[in-house]
């Protein structure tokens, strides 16, 4: 009897929902759940960490993370117009900049910053500075490409159309084509903004107080004082306290940008028929 291929594929799935269930009971039978609750779910320990690692550690990562995207952003968008520049010496300096940190490690961009700098130029930076210029430096490179891609999406009528309305190259690009670029590029910009909290986690190598601890930094500490991964885990469930609502935003802003593109198309296929 010959099997159609609706039914091969429920075949499949069923023997796919199978295998799941026994690997489940495999480790569920295996596991050492004393030890598992011990080692990630020690209440003591968890005790030792809360509530400082909220009021500390999160503040101190959400600090350290704003104000990374802030100067990258605010970089990026300098270097998305030198890179968009009719002047060549801008759009190699611009390119060559990109590469640069798109290529060298972030850990790298600490250290330089945080103990190469000051001993080759004497120039010290505070802690903020520090992380502000570190996480900057490097996410300006990816924010950078970002938006220019941004800019260049935006239709060319629309430029067109406000110079026509007597505006200068250079106000045109602020008022009217940038804002609309941003439009296009919240998804992708809040997607830097989850890396660069992660990345805000490289902090540990410039040396911290205990006060400026951010949360791998508590989490590393409170693992090497109770001897349990529960600092760990609590470390993770506060990045995720952070990353998973700029997900789902990021989510959110694909979708209403989405629909909003599909209106304009169907609005233009209108405006075409008529």
């Known amino acids: 009897m010959a099997v159609s291929k609706r039914q091969r594929a429920q075949i499949f799935r069923s023997f796919q929902y199978g295998l799941l269930v026994v690997a489940v009971a495999v480790l569920a039978i295996v596991a050492d759940w004393g030890e598992v609750t011990n080692a990630f779910f020690n209440l003591d320990a968890a ?3 809360v509530p400082d690692i ?15 995207f802030a100067f990258g952003l605010a970089l990026g968008l300098v270097l998305a117009l030198m890179k968009l520049s009719s ?4 759009r190699w300096l611009a390119t060559v900049y990109i590469e640069f940190f798109r290529g060298v490690p972030a850990l790298l961009v600490f250290i ?9 130029f004497q120039l010290q930076f505070d802690l903020y500075s520090t ?16 938006i220019r891609a941004g800019i260049q999406a935006v239709p060319k009528g629309q430029a067109e159309a406000a110079r026509s ?8 690009m602020i008022s009217i084509v940038i804002p609309q670029a941003f439009r296009i590029i919240l998804p992708p910009l809040t997607n830097e903004l989850i890396l660069l909290t992660k990345d805000s986690s490289l902090i540990y190598v410039l040396g911290l107080s205990r006060d400026e601890y951010d ?3 508590f989490g590393r500490e409170g693992l ?4 349990s991964l529960t600092p760990i885990l609590l470390a993770g469930l506060c990045y995720l306290v952070i990353t998973v609502p700029l997900s789902y935003l990021s989510r959110y802003l694909e979708r209403r940008s989405g629909r909003r593109k599909d209106a304009a198309d169907t609005a233009a296929g209108l405006e075409v028929e008529a």
């Open 165 to 172: 309305l007597g505006m200068s190259q250079g106000r045109a």
């Open 224 to 227: 090497n004082q109770t001897a």
């Open 87 to 90: 002047v060549p010496p801008y």
């Open 112 to 120: 330089t910053l945080g103990f190469g700098v000051p001993i080759a």
């Open 215 to 217: 949360l791998t930094k």
């Open 54 to 68: 909220i009021t500390s550690a999160l503040v101190n990562t959400a600090i350290y993370t704003v104000i990374g």
């Open 47 to 49: 005790g030792t960490q």
């Open 131 to 146: 992380v502000m210029l570190a996480l900057g430096l490097v996410g300006a490179a990816y924010m950078a490409e970002t």
